[in-house]
């Protein structure tokens, strides 16, 4: 067991989660749904990061869908709650379950095992052991679990009009995060397709450097050709003198 391994994939999924920082966006959830879930929250988002880990990429192409395009969807529905915090306007209806609606969506998928975490993971993947990864994603559950059973606690603490300015100041933080993660993907898609097309204008000269050098090939056998039949014919005609 490496520790130093465990506490590199501990320390970069904890700064992606980003647990503490969403104390004001739990809150708010929490606040709308009328309660929240900790447990299952953190199991929901436990199986997704799980399942991800070794099955992500499988079942994306599936569905024909590739790791940015998901990363942009999950960063979008991070804008869509940046804009509801900072605005105060709703665009997520209640579930109509009771307490806990929020448990699932958006709390455990996109907050905290989201297209950030998702993408980290597989490039943890070739970084690291799958041992040091799945230990690193177990102290981060058991952190996602203390912040979520505290919340009552900290909502306490903060007061509603604590909560409202910590809304406003972390719906622009999730904002720029979300953008960020939409730019870099889409710098990503960019750079893929610029490769792409660069892969076909070389292909397309080595068929164009093959088709010259099959064209000088058969001009060749065509001098060579015409040349025999002329000899031919000279004889011929030597003969019939």
């Given at each position: 067991?490496?520790?130093?391994?465990?506490?590199?994939?501990?320390?970069?999924?904890?700064?992606?989660?980003?647990?503490?920082?969403?104390?004001?966006?739990?809150?708010?959830?929490?606040?709308?749904?009328?309660?929240?879930?900790?447990?299952?929250?953190?199991?929901?988002?436990?199986?997704?990061?799980?399942?991800?880990?070794?099955l992500?990429?499988?079942?994306?192409?599936?569905?024909?869908?590739?790791?940015q395009?998901?990363?942009?969807?999950?960063?979008?529905?991070?804008?869509?709650?940046?804009?509801?915090?900072?605005?105060?306007?709703?665009?997520?209806?209640?579930?109509?379950?009771?307490?806990?609606?929020?448990?699932?969506?958006?709390?455990?998928?996109?907050?905290?095992?989201?297209?950030?975490?998702?993408?980290?993971?597989?490039?943890?993947?070739?970084?690291f052991?799958?041992e040091?990864?799945?230990?690193?994603?177990?102290?981060?559950?058991?952190?996602?679990?203390?912040?979520?059973?505290?919340?009552?606690?900290?909502?306490?603490?903060i007061?509603?009009?604590?909560?409202?300015?910590?809304?406003?100041?972390?719906?622009?933080?999730?904002?720029?995060?979300?953008?960020?993660?939409?730019?870099?993907?889409?710098?990503?898609?960019?750079?893929?397709?610029?490769?792409?097309?660069?892969?076909?204008?070389?292909?397309?000269?080595h068929?164009?450097?093959?088709?010259?050098r099959?064209?000088?090939?058969?001009?060749?056998?065509?001098?060579?050709?015409?040349?025999?039949?002329?000899?031919?014919?000279?004889?011929?005609?030597?003969?019939?003198?």
């Amino acid at each position: 067991m490496d520790f130093k391994e465990i506490g590199s994939v501990t320390l970069i999924l904890f700064s992606v989660i980003d647990i503490l920082g969403s104390i004001p966006v739990i809150l708010d959830i929490k606040k709308k749904a009328g309660g929240i879930e900790p447990m299952k929250a953190t199991l929901v988002a436990g199986g997704i990061m799980f399942s991800f880990l070794y099955l992500g990429e499988k079942i994306l192409k599936l569905f024909g869908v590739d790791i940015q395009s998901f990363a942009i969807a999950g960063a979008v529905v991070m804008l869509i709650m940046g804009m509801e915090m900072i605005l105060g306007r709703k665009f997520f209806k209640d579930s109509g379950t009771g307490t806990g609606g929020g448990s699932i969506v958006p709390l455990a998928f996109p907050i905290i095992a989201g297209a950030g975490t998702m993408t980290t993971l597989v490039s943890l993947r070739s970084q690291f052991s799958y041992e040091s990864i799945l230990i690193g994603i177990l102290i981060n559950l058991v952190l996602v679990l203390l912040v979520l059973k505290s919340s009552q606690w900290l909502e306490d603490k903060i007061g509603d009009d604590g909560l409202k300015v910590m809304g406003k100041i972390f719906g622009i933080v999730l904002l720029a995060i979300s953008i960020k993660i939409i730019t870099a993907q889409i710098g990503m898609m960019k750079t893929n397709l610029q490769g792409t097309v660069e892969k076909i204008e070389k292909t397309v000269m080595h068929i164009e450097e093959m088709h010259e050098r099959n064209l000088r090939l058969m001009q060749r056998q065509d001098s060579i050709l015409s040349t025999r039949d002329t000899v031919v014919v000279e004889r011929i005609m030597q003969y019939k003198r």
